[in-house]
């Protein structure tokens, strides 16, 4: 299948020989439908999902992001079973997921291994993460399982998600102590929310070499601009998402001058605003941080991965970085 590729310039997972795409595909948009990680996106059914990961590839997408809690192993059956039917060569994409921490101790993240590599069928998991500092167990605790992992050959690199600097430090330390090493970090970044830019996170990134991956790149979907357009938020089907407070008709408007600037560029250079948002994140520290911009529908998907085309100079960057400071929600 590898011929399918489209040529799309890799960088490495962290400290890493793991190659992966700067824009990889989320998956949590295949959880479902159903409980509360499922109904947070209209239903993407096998067919549907299907479409998604197939365009990804053929763009030159060659990594996946799902976790346990998203359907309870849904997203991580519905993405194997189609990479099966796409006839993917195990071993040939990079696969991420997720452990859920939440009133689970570190013993856990063993124990619950095996149902992974179970609804993942035969792909193996490239990059294990922990969902977020929710657990019992103290970070050490935690790491040391998945060094355990890692020693065991399950698993290739470890990473976290949701953790400030403190804790990502934590983290890397106890794996130091077993001459190993964090590979990223899994956080909220786009031109709506740049906190890790103030809170430490990303220069504890750069400085350790851990990658930041970066979730909801497009806010959700706000940085495509459909929701700013007349009644869109009221008839598209958003899900949980219409009670979160940036889907609110306020914080709207207060990024709608970003959205009219992102559009401006967006015609200039023939692309989308959601393509603008994309190459902004993966030019801002390149290398450093990569996206998984989530996708319901293959034309998303397609759209997303050929944000990599679009050529952003110093100073369309750094006027975008401006006008984004300006609106950030947070
Ligand atoms: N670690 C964590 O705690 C955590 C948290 C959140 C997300 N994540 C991961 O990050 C991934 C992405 O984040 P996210 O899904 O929250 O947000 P996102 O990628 O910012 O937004 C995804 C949504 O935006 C819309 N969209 C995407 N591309 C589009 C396009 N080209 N044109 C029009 N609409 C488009 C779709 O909305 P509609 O479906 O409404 O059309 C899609 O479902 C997830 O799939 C998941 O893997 C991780």
Redesign the pocket.
Known sequence: LLHLFNTMKLVKLGKTDISISPIGL????FAGGEGITGSF??KVDKKQAEEIVNISLKEGINWF???EVYGWGHSERILSSVLKELKVIPGKVVIAT?WFPLFRNARSIIRTFQNRTQALQEYPVDLYQI??PGSFSSIPEQMNKMADLLEEQKIRAIGV??FNARQMRKAHETLVKRGLFLVSN?V?Y?LLNRDIERNGILQTAIELGITIIA???????I??G?FHESGDNKT???GLRKFTRQFKAKSLEKSRPLINILREIAAKKGG?I?QVALTWIINSHKGKIVA??????A??AH??AQALKIKLSPEELMYIDEMSAGVALS
């Open positions: 989320g998956c949590w948009q996106w209209s992001d799902t976790a997720k969902h977020f998600s949701n899994q909220c786009n979730y909801s790149p497009l806010a959700q979907g940085l495509t459909k598209a089907r958003l989308t959601s998984i911009p989530g996708a319901s529908k034309a998303h759209s997303n």
